[in-house]
């Protein structure tokens, strides 16, 4: 039997707790280094002048009730009892703001180069989108920027709504097909079938490439269902979300949906990579390398675009887009380029199966066209179909809100002065450098003062007269903050407007849509994009479902 070593038993004892001591200091140390710094700027800061609701919690402050609030109605409340500017407890204490005056919404939009999306917010973004154009900052993003404008013009659109009608008609058929084997309506899922249409639309009208997700029920589509499976993840709540601005080792924390994550961005890089690269091989068999090498529309594609601004000859090597950027572009433009849009056509459905007079009323209107696939101009020039795509973008925008954090400190001006805790009256507030600002979207599409008694209501006919109060609101779309603001709002937003006309025109002509379950079972998924899904089915993923019989027409 061999003996028990009690001196190195204690010598390993002794050094285990030497460890977990040293271990505990060092926790201490951390904790103190960011705490007391945080402490003593909490409470020198000047925006406890402006008032707010009170804490309720020392250490999330007001975060577990704004995340718990389903469409961010709490920024409501808050904007109606405090008024424009509110000034909320963030994580242990930190004051944060939340921001509907239109003055300081054109301020903060308009210098973007210092009030910018917070570092933990890019980083969160950037697992899925790389070193896209959303993730972006400075000078990379106005190089970025100043590129892709090119390829989402007038011109470019008019020339890819052909493609959106096609897919349509595509999915059109599909839905026919499903419901006259059913003999009735049928229970389906709209968003399913979107996801697969605006998927198979971006491929060939941004990238040229057939994707073949609305093939995907005739044989197995890996790369459909993969980005399919990431649009269901379960996101991180706000909490966890904002808790990463002050303590960023959190963003170490180990993520079990990043091995999905990595998969879909793998392939959505490899199908740039092969495309860079017959791209490539192209223009330099054809001499078309420089910037302005290229003069037809069809040359100037989104991969010529960026494949030119890699290999441009005629720039400094530091000017030219780097390989990086290049391929960041693919899954920044597959995902917002789709998903959003899927989204948000799927939100518009709903609300015209709950609004049986407007659906009829849109119906009689897009059937009034002769033709199934009508010129961009023919499209846009629909007046009852342009009022309800606003109509569901206020009151359904697929991005509710954003955050901003000032890199410096900043002087806002407002539009509406608001008398501070300290009694007196301002028309300004002093931010502090770190300072995060969260602008709820929604709050100001759901606004009363702007839109009326009944903000809260689907009704399309308000656009008749647009209300004067709506004038200020400095989005770059419509009175409306749905594709943002100033130079970083949305550069897809025409794209996106088409293509959604293009869809609800081509499915309200051939369908008839009606609620398949009751409005309070329908909920929404924590995240950016405000995605559908059912109450009583927490872990199926996004999902719109509806009713869905053919359209008598007499």
């Not at 007001?62 to 808050?78: A, H, V």
């Not at 349509?168 to 229970?187: G, N």
Request: hydrophobic share 45%; charged share 25%; proline share 6%.
């Amino acid at each position: 039997m061999e003996r028990l070593d009690v001196n190195a038993t204690l010598d390993y004892t002794t050094s285990l707790w030497r460890i977990i001591l040293a271990l505990a200091v060092a926790l201490i140390i951390a904790l103190t280094w960011i705490i007391v710094p945080l402490a003593l700027r909490v409470r020198k800061s000047k925006l406890w002048v402006i008032p707010g609701p009170p804490s309720t919690s020392w250490i999330l402050g007001n975060l577990r009730e704004y995340n718990d609030s389903p469409r961010d109605l709490i920024s409501d409340e808050w904007m109606e009892r405090y008024g424009s500017v509110v000034r909320i407890h963030g994580f242990l204490q930190t004051p944060m703001l939340s921001i509907t005056d239109n003055r300081a919404l054109n301020h903060i939009f308009t210098n973007y180069t210092y009030l910018t999306k917070p570092e933990y917010i890019r980083l969160d973004l950037s697992k899925l989108l790389c070193s896209g154009l959303l993730t972006v900052e400075g000078e990379r993003y106005k190089h970025q920027r100043r590129i892709l404008n090119q390829v989402f013009g007038s011109a470019q659109i008019r020339e890819a709504t052909s493609t959106f009608f096609e897919k349509a008609l595509e999915l059109r058929d599909l839905w026919t097909a499903e419901v006259t084997a059913a003999h009735e309506s049928t229970r389906m899922d709209v968003l399913h079938g979107l996801n697969m249409a605006t998927l198979d639309a971006v491929g060939q009208a941004v990238f040229n490439c057939d994707f073949e997700a609305l093939k995907s029920h005739q044989k197995p589509n890996k790369f459909a269902r993969t980005l399919e499976r990431v649009f269901s993840m379960p996101n991180q709540k706000h909490v966890l979300v904002l808790m990463k601005n002050l303590l960023p080792a959190l963003n170490f924390i180990f993520d079990p949906n990043m091995g999905l994550v990595n998969e879909a961005v793998d392939m959505m890089r490899g199908i740039g990579a092969q495309l860079v690269a017959e791209k490539k091989a192209e223009l330099l068999r054809d001499g078309k390398t420089a910037v302005g090498g290229v003069s037809s529309l069809e040359d100037r594609d989104f991969v010529s675009v960026l494949v030119q601004a890699h290999l441009n000859p005629d720039v400094a090597g530091g000017q030219r887009l780097s390989e990086e950027d290049v391929l960041s572009q693919f899954p920044t433009f597959t995902i917002t380029g789709h998903e959003t849009t899927s989204d948000a056509t799927a939100w518009c459905l709903y609300e015209l199966a709950r609004a049986p007079r407007v659906q009829a009323k849109l119906r009689e209107e897009l059937l009034a066209v002769h033709t199934d696939s009508p010129t961009m101009d023919e499209l846009m020039a629909l007046p009852y179909l342009d009022m309800v795509v606003r109509e569901s973008l206020r009151i359904r925008a697929p991005v509710t809100s954003t955050i901003r954090t000032a890199n410096k400190s900043d002087v806002i001006p407002l539009e509406t002065p608001f008398r501070g805790l300290d009694g007196e009256m301002h028309d300004s507030i002093e931010v502090p450098e770190g300072t995060m600002m969260i602008i709820p979207f929604m709050a100001i599409h759901r606004s009363t003062a702007i839109w009326g008694p009944d903000a809260a209501e689907f009704r399309p006919e308000r656009w008749e007269n647009t209300p004067k109060a709506s004038d200020d609101i400095p989005g770059v779309w419509g009175h409306l903050l749905s594709f943002g603001g100033g130079p970083r709002a949305c550069i897809g937003f025409r794209f996106a407007i088409v293509e959604m006309k293009a869809l609800i025109f081509t499915l309200l002509r051939a369908f008839e849509f009606a609620p398949a379950v009751e409005a309070a079972d329908i909920s929404t998924m924590p995240g950016i994009v405000l995605r559908p899904c059912l109450k009583d089915a927490p872990d199926g993923g996004s999902q719109m479902p509806l009713l869905v019989r053919r359209c008598e027409v007499a």
